[in-house]
């Protein structure tokens, strides 16, 4: 059973709108540097496929990247793993982030509603220059790692520059990770700078961090300097923490320097360390170089966000979440970051609408849950607030119901582009996403992402449309990890995307191509339940049982039965509602009826069981394979990458699934 493919959009670009997107202006260069004619977006995504050395060209001439190019643009290209990108060119990602140095905006920052302040493009190169130069003081060099425990502050962004402006590599983790969580990430790459908040603000609480600051350093032999940002404390007492000095001593010996030398690097020089979610065990430490995530972001950002000098470019993550490194890339293309840090519902759910209205938000980031919660809150912000500058939503996270996009249309904005995106932090970016040249269609992706070989095989490795498979990339593309961080012969990252299928990415997402030549993500393959055979998405039960008013939130799972039998599954749901209501008899009912009415019968679940809360991860993202582990009284590796890790606990042993 798929969604119904609606027939009418929700939002067409007009002819303004169209002839007035970067993917136009982008159109146009590419024919008259090329001798090429494209009628569509269709003819311009097979070109950025078939000649992939005059694409990325493009993006990089279109991008205006600062750096050499050098004369070969793809080495190998017939390998997945194995091609290699730009094997000339020598950048420094840093510089082309740093474009600017007038006193406009190039950072906001709203800590809940109790911080507000700004950071103009001249004082974010000096701030950055001060730091960088404090890092090469001591001994700092390429390749050494740059770790960050912090929120999505400023100072944040400024570290992340100031490391790799000297070409080190930087890793960053939010300060909701426990001691455990930080040490699995950060011990395995040992970085020699530990850069760490004082505390935070959330949901108007402020949670400190300093002891846990000292237990994590005590577990970092590595690290030789540890750099404290003050952000909820005035005074700091850092006796217990080795090593430490308030960011203000830090660069204080460096506030002279006005310039910053760029080291300029190989294309394929490590970037980012980023971390699996670390479920099933401890994270994999996946490698992202320069040149690619340059690339691939410039690409993404100008073109298929529509991302123009001046523009307000906002989205709502934590620094141990992929799209934080996305967000900052907009520098790259001109834009003011909004950040935020703290809990999105301060205000009953209106602060980042209180944000859009007060900076001229043009492009709003967030979760598919977000929206949904949002909704179900009843809030209708294109009523309550001014969103006029607002031109592009995007939502990612979990796949984005056809009813959350109406929602978005209906009391949000109706002139805007709603762009469903979805990729990973295994590419730090995306292979599907928004155009704002193109249709929107309830509950799809727009299209496959330019220079991107997106297909959607069967089980076989058969290519097939407007049937469930395997979201696949057939061919390379530059912002493929370089590999996991002491995986020397690279054997876990083959495992992990190539075992699959020979020579072709499987990126793991349950995924169908539409008559529009849109995408559908029904979740991910490994959740997928299959009772008596039959492959189920679970985004396909939690669109329907989420329509009830009664449900907050839902996680459906297969439960081996009988038990013990391998063989077969039955569909078990868990229902958070909300508060003060219970789970009786009647609403089991209509929540089965629900879905037998607009699924199959082998969707509707055999068990439907309250909870108190659902456990997702750091980034929001709910946890079906730990809780199938917790029902079937598997271990659960590594709890410590999850929000709430407490949650699991009501899973475990519930008498209603003994029978």
Not at 17 to 46: G, K, V
Request: overall charge negative; glycine content about 8%; some cysteine.
């Amino acid at each position: 059973m798929s969604y119904p493919i609606a027939e009418r959009p929700l939002w067409v670009p007009d002819a303004a709108r169209i002839a007035d997107a970067n993917i136009t202006a982008f159109t146009r260069q590419a024919e008259a540097r090329w001798n090429r004619s494209f009628a569509d977006y269709a003819a311009l995504h097979a070109w950025s496929i078939d000649q992939p050395a005059e694409f990325w060209t493009s993006i990089w001439e279109y991008g205006e990247v600062k750096g050499s190019r050098g004369e070969v643009v793809l080495e190998d290209g017939d390998r997945m793993p194995g091609a290699r990108w730009f094997p000339g060119a020598r950048l420094n990602f840093a510089e082309n982030l740093l474009r600017q140095r007038d006193d406009s905006d190039a950072l906001v920052f709203w800590g809940e509603d109790r911080v507000h302040n700004r950071l103009s493009h001249g004082d974010l190169y000096r701030q950055v220059a001060h730091f960088a130069a404090a890092l090469k003081d001591m001994g700092v060099e390429p390749g050494d790692r740059v770790a960050a425990w912090m929120p999505n502050l400023p100072e944040t962004i400024v570290v992340m520059l100031a490391a790799t402006s000297v070409g080190a590599i930087f890793s960053s983790a939010s300060p909701d990770f426990g001691v455990q969580g930080v040490l699995d990430r950060f011990g395995q790459i040992e970085p020699k700078v530990l850069v760490a908040v004082d505390g935070y603000y959330y949901n108007g609480k402020i949670v400190d961090c300093l002891d846990r600051l000292a237990a994590i350093t005590d577990g970092l032999p590595s690290v030789k300097r540890v750099v404290v940002v003050p952000y909820v404390h005035a005074k700091h007492d850092l006796s217990h923490v080795h090593h430490a000095r308030v960011l203000a001593e830090f660069v204080k010996p460096f506030l002279a320097e006005t310039e910053i030398p760029f080291v300029r690097l190989p294309f394929d020089h490590p970037l980012y360390i980023m971390y699996s979610s670390g479920t099933t065990g401890v994270p994999k430490c996946i490698v992202h170089c320069a040149g690619g995530v340059l690339l691939q972001h410039l690409k993404e950002l100008k073109l298929h966000g529509d991302v123009k000098p001046g523009d307000k470019l906002f989205y709502f993550t934590t620094c141990g979440w992929m799209m934080w490194n996305w967000l900052v890339s907009g520098l790259a293309a001109g834009a003011t970051l909004l950040l935020y840090d703290g809990s999105p519902m301060i205000g009953n759910g209106a602060i980042l609408f209180d944000y859009a209205q007060s900076e001229g938000m043009t492009h709003f980031g967030t979760s598919a849950k977000f929206i949904d919660g949002i909704a179900k809150a009843g809030l209708r912000p294109g009523s309550t607030h001014n969103l006029t500058r607002l031109r592009a939503m995007f939502s990612t996270g979990s796949p984005l119901v056809p009813e959350g996009f109406e929602y978005v249309y209906r009391e949000i904005k109706a002139d805007l582009c709603l762009s469903s995106i979805s990729g990973g932090t295994d590419i730090v970016s995306c292979f599907v996403l928004g155009n704002p040249t193109l249709p929107v269609y309830a509950g799809e992706i727009q299209c496959k992402g330019l220079g991107m070989a997106v297909d959607v095989f069967d089980e076989t490795g058969t290519p097939v449309r407007s049937e469930k498979g395997e979201l696949v990339c057939t061919r390379p593309f530059p912002v493929m990890p370089i590999g996991f961080w002491k995986d020397d012969d690279g054997a876990k990252y083959r495992a992990a995307y190539f075992a699959r299928f020979d020579n072709v990415w499987c990126h793991g997402d349950y995924s169908e191509i539409t008559a529009h030549d849109g995408l559908i993500i029904y979740g991910r393959s490994d959740a997928t339940l299959n009772p008596g055979g039959v492959r189920i998405g679970t985004a396909e039960i939690y669109r329907q049982v989420e329509k009830l008013e009664e449900v907050v939130e839902s996680l459906v799972i297969g439960q081996q039965w009988p038990p013990g039998d391998a063989a077969d599954v039955r569909v078990v749901l868990f229902v958070k509602l909300r508060e003060g209501l219970a789970l009786d008899d009647a609403l089991i009912a209509r929540v089965r009826q629900t879905i037998r009415d607009n699924t199959t019968p082998r969707h509707v679940p055999a068990k439907v069981v309250q909870v108190k809360d659902i456990p997702r991860t750091k980034s929001g993202k709910i946890v079906e394979l730990a809780v199938r582990s917790v029902v079937h009284g598997e271990p659960v590796k590594n709890v410590e990458a999850l929000a709430n890790p407490a949650a699991l606990d009501e899973f475990r042993a519930r008498p209603e699934l003994q029978s």
